[in-house]
Antibody
Framework: EVQLVESGGGLVQPGGSLRLSCAAS????????MNWVRQAPGKGLEWVSV???????YYADAVKGRFTISRDSSKNTLYLQVNSLRAEDTAVYYC??????????WGQGTMLTVSS | QSALTQPPSASGSPGQSVTISCTGT?????????VSWYQQHPGKAPKLMIF???KRPSGVPDRFSGSKSGNTASLTVSGLQAEDEADYYC??????????FGTGTKVTVL
């Protein structure tokens, strides 16, 4: 069964860092485009970042320079390193498999709260 | 990149149809046939319902259909059922290796 399971969320102080993980099963992460999408409490969906199968990465302007997407083929896991966190980064972070045509498979999400 | 514009809410009685619009620009919705739609129930992850404007993934009922005209895409849910009550989001490729989502529409089954 194709499945994505996120982890690593939690409470972080402003300016802090964290690494979010997304473990994949049923397929190889490095063979697909993989994304991070976030949703602030009570708000809509916001695309954050993508890593293409070839390894090229792109980011939304709101996180460029602060977030880094990566993957580990040996662990079949996608990551999002989040640095210089701000209150407005508080959200549920979802990983999603898919290219620019659509996000076909989604994880259940992990909550990141930025607060002092 | 500004969010695509959707109506905040839509509603219909069981068995009726409801159509949700998603308005962007020639740089996103109007420029590419890469519009997708997602259903999200409270506390759950989004689920892909339509991709590439009008294609349905395996397992999605044919009551769900999509279309596009110019800079506006639409999702129609025919034969409304109680389980269709959810939030719906559109998304589009923007041509700069970015994607953008719509503002979201809450569908209520009366």
């Amino acid at each position: 069964e194709v499945q994505l399971v996120e982890s690593g969320g939690g409470l972080v102080q402003p300016g802090g860092s964290l690494r979010l993980s997304c473990a994949a099963s049923g397929f190889t992460v490095s063979g697909y485009s993989m994304n991070w999408v976030r949703q602030a409490p009570g708000k809509g969906l916001e695309w954050v970042s993508v890593i293409y199968s070839g390894g090229t990465t792109y980011y939304a302007d709101a996180v460029k320079g602060r977030f880094t997407i990566s993957r580990d083929s040996s662990k079949n896991t996608l990551y999002l390193q989040v640095n210089s966190l701000r209150a407005e980064d508080t959200a549920v972070y979802y990983c999603a498999r898919g290219g620019y045509n659509a996000f076909h498979i989604w994880g259940q999400g992990t909550m990141l709260t930025v607060s002092s | 990149q500004s969010a695509l514009t959707q109506p905040p809410s839509a509603s219909g009685s069981p068995g009726q149809s409801v159509t949700i619009s998603c308005t962007g620009t020639s740089n996103d919705v109007g420029g590419y046939n890469y519009v997708s739609w997602y259903q999200q129930h409270p506390g759950k992850a989004p689920k892909l319902m339509i991709f590439e404007v009008s294609k349905r993934p395996s397992g999605v009922p044919d009551r769900f259909s999509g279309s596009k005209s110019g800079n506006t895409a639409s999702l129609t849910v025919s034969g409304l059922q109680a389980e269709d009550e959810a939030d719906y989001y559109c998304s589009s490729y923007t041509g700069s290796n970015n994607s953008v989502f719509g503002t979201g529409t809450k569908v209520t089954v009366l």
